[in-house]
C-alpha cells in the first residue's frame, strides 16, 4: 500500500512539475502579446524570445517574427518564422508573412531537394512516429500470428504489407527532415563572409540579414556555410539555424 502511494505522489508531483513549467511561457506570453497590442515591440520580443526559450511553439515564434519585422530586424524575424513553421507547416499567417519579407527584402526562399519538400508536409516530429509505429505494426502483424498460435489471415498479411509500406515511404522525408536541420539564416545586417574561420580573414562578400545558407562545417566561434551563390565563413552568432526552435 505504501509503496503505490509513493507511486501515486511521485506521478502526482511529476504533474505538478510540469503544469509550473508551462505556466511561466503562457504568461510571458500573455504579457508579450498585451505589449504588442500597445506598439511596444521591443518589450513584446523580448517576452516572446523567452517564452519560446521556455515552451518552443509555432505561434510564440510567429508572433516572436512579427514583433522583430517591427522593430527593424529582418534576419531574426525571418528566423522566427522559419522555425514556427518547422513546427507547424500549416500555418497560412507564417507561410505569408514568409513571403512578403522575402519579397520586401528582394531574398530568394531555400532551394529544397525532393525529399526536403516531402519532409514539410508535416511537423518534423511527426516523420519520427509515422516511421516507427508503421514499421512495429507491420512487424507485429508477422510475428504475433505465429507466437499467440493465431490462424494467419490475409488482413494480417495486408496489415503488414501496409506498414512496411509506409514505413518505406517515410524514409526519404526523415532524411528531408535530417538535411533541413541544417538550413539557417543570416541575422546581421551586411555580414561578411570570410576566406577563413578567423579575424584577419579576406572578406568574400557581405550577406544581407534574412539570407538562406546550409551550415556545413564548424570550427570555433566560426562556422562554414554556403548561399545559393557563395560559401565561406560567418561567425556562429551570426547565423542562426532553423531547427532549434529557441
Same mark, same amino acid.
Given at each position: 500500500?505504501?509503496?503505490?502511494?509513493?507511486?501515486?505522489?511521485?506521478?502526482?508531483?511529476?504533474?505538478?512539475?510540469?503544469?509550473?513549467?508551462? +505556466?511561466?511561457?503562457?504568461?510571458?506570453?500573455?504579457?508579450?502579446?498585451?505589449?504588442? *497590442?500597445?506598439?511596444?515591440?521591443?518589450?513584446?520580443? *523580448?517576452?516572446?524570445?523567452?517564452?519560446?526559450?521556455?515552451?518552443?511553439?509555432? !505561434? +510564440?515564434?510567429?508572433?516572436?517574427?512579427?514583433?522583430?519585422?517591427?522593430?527593424?530586424?529582418?534576419?531574426?524575424?525571418?528566423?522566427?518564422?522559419?522555425?514556427?513553421?518547422?513546427?507547424?507547416?500549416?500555418?497560412?499567417?507564417?507561410?505569408?508573412?514568409?513571403?512578403?519579407?522575402?519579397?520586401?527584402?528582394?531574398?530568394?526562399?531555400?532551394?529544397?531537394?525532393?525529399?526536403?519538400?516531402?519532409?514539410?508536409?508535416?511537423?518534423?516530429?511527426?516523420?519520427?512516429?509515422?516511421?516507427?509505429?508503421?514499421?512495429?505494426?507491420?512487424?507485429?502483424?508477422?510475428?504475433?500470428?505465429?507466437?499467440?498460435?493465431?490462424?494467419? +489471415?490475409?488482413?494480417?498479411?495486408?496489415?503488414?504489407?501496409?506498414?512496411?509500406?509506409?514505413?518505406?515511404?517515410?524514409?526519404?522525408?526523415?532524411?528531408?527532415?535530417?538535411?533541413?536541420?541544417?538550413?539557417?539564416?543570416?541575422?546581421?545586417?551586411?555580414?561578411?563572409?570570410?576566406?577563413?574561420?578567423?579575424?584577419?580573414?579576406?572578406?568574400?562578400?557581405?550577406?544581407?540579414? !534574412?539570407? +538562406?545558407?546550409?551550415?556545413?562545417?564548424?570550427?570555433?566561434?566560426?562556422?562554414?556555410?554556403?548561399?545559393?551563390?557563395?560559401?565561406?565563413?560567418?561567425?556562429?552568432?551570426?547565423? !542562426?539555424?532553423?531547427?532549434?526552435?529557441?
Amino acid at each position: 500500500m505504501n509503496r503505490q502511494l509513493c507511486f501515486l505522489l511521485a506521478i502526482w508531483l511529476g504533474g505538478l512539475r510540469c503544469f509550473s513549467a508551462s +505556466t511561466p511561457a503562457q504568461e510571458l506570453f500573455r504579457q508579450g502579446s498585451a505589449s504588442y *497590442v500597445t506598439n511596444g515591440f521591443d518589450p513584446a520580443a *523580448v517576452l516572446f524570445q523567452e517564452a519560446a526559450s521556455a515552451s518552443p511553439a509555432s !505561434g +510564440t515564434l510567429h508572433n516572436l517574427g512579427n514583433a522583430d519585422w517591427q522593430c527593424g530586424r529582418p534576419g531574426p524575424a525571418i528566423l522566427a518564422w522559419e522555425r514556427a513553421q518547422w513546427l507547424d507547416p500549416f500555418d497560412r499567417s507564417t507561410r505569408t508573412n514568409l513571403r512578403f519579407a522575402r519579397k520586401e527584402r528582394q531574398l530568394d526562399a531555400p532551394e529544397l531537394a525532393w525529399y526536403e519538400i516531402c519532409s514539410s508536409w508535416l511537423p518534423v516530429n511527426a516523420w519520427p512516429w509515422i516511421a516507427c509505429v508503421s514499421f512495429w505494426l507491420a512487424v507485429a502483424m508477422i510475428m504475433l500470428p505465429g507466437i499467440l498460435r493465431w490462424r494467419k +489471415t490475409d488482413w494480417h498479411q495486408g496489415i503488414a504489407a501496409a506498414g512496411f509500406a509506409i514505413f518505406l515511404l517515410t524514409l526519404p522525408a526523415l532524411a528531408g527532415v535530417h538535411t533541413r536541420s541544417k538550413l539557417g539564416i543570416i541575422l546581421p545586417q551586411e555580414t561578411p563572409l570570410l576566406l577563413t574561420p578567423t579575424s584577419e580573414a579576406q572578406i568574400l562578400t557581405r550577406l544581407p540579414a !534574412g539570407e +538562406t545558407a546550409r551550415l556545413e562545417r564548424e570550427h570555433g566561434p566560426y562556422v562554414f556555410i554556403r548561399t545559393a551563390s557563395a560559401a565561406g565563413w560567418v561567425g556562429r552568432a551570426q547565423f !542562426g539555424l532553423i531547427s532549434r526552435s529557441q
